[in-house]
């Protein structure tokens, strides 16, 4: 197969945000680490804030008071569609947990509105963005040594089964009174830095077969979504899969030294590259802020379907 270098958004953090009210609220700035993989901001944090937002969105850990009526956080680094998805890396919050944990902050918001049809109300107006199924792949699929999915089931058979998991997952939500979501396809990670290290690529820029993973997976989402569309009423289902002119960037290395976790994290305290802004990958798998906000304008606001279809973020905020 024809292989082309498009790197694309590749954050290993599930993110499950809902946005709320335009406001802003306390600006509480970040001291020490955000739990963020990357040198920066996240493509979502720069959504939230093309989004009008004035701030981050608070983490659920740390989510309090009224606060919560302006989005809450649910990501977690390592979770998975499926729940054994990250287990070796040891603590992680999976999807399923998530919503339960959205269930607990909808309990709140009741009990801080004290008006069923204003609460209903508020959160069908949430975003729901949900980028879900790279650590399937890299932290499962892709560890035949820590885990049988790839003896139980084919490439095929494995993103038939996470689309229609994350299917149920995604119709768990509507029932609670989500109705705008924001589902995000998986990056080509096959163009990593560390799956060009780990599997090498035999002449062409990626690693086709790590590539394929993500390629089925897509493939079946997005017509998922719109069944979604068609089965829900009300509901307002977009599939995002933003990507950027890697031209003027450095994409076949990463800007800091990697070793640490299973080889793709950055050694603690090695100096980074000089100049990060050039650089598509912070470390061996996951994208710079700078590239992360090139993505961001892309899924707000790109024209082109095969990013984002039937609609962009800047059109989903306001159905
Ligand atoms: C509850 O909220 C609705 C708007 O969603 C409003 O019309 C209604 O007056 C509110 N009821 C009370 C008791 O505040
Ligand atoms: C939508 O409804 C059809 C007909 O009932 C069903 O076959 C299909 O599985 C549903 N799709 C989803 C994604 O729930
Ligand atoms: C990356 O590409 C540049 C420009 O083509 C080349 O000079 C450099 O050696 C490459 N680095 C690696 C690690 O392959």
Redesign the pocket.
Known sequence: MESKLKPMELVVIPVLLALLNLQNWANARPQGSTGRFTNGRTMHDFIVKLLGFKDYMPPFAESEGKNILNGVNYASGAAGILDETGQHRGGRIPFNEQIKNHKTIISRIRSL??????T??LLSRCIYSVQIGNNDYINNYFKPKLYDTQQRYSQREYATLLVQQLSGQLKSLYDTGARKFAVYGLGLFGCTPYAVSVYGTHGSVCVEKVNMGATLFNNRLKPMLHQLNTNLTDAKFTYLNPSGNPAAFVTNSSCCKTGAGDGELCVPGSSPCSRPRQYVFWDGLHTTDAWNEIVAKSAYDSKTPLEAFPFNIHKLARL
Not at 113 to 118: C, F, H, I, P, Q
């Open positions: 509105m004290r008006n069923d049809s204003a209903k109300s």
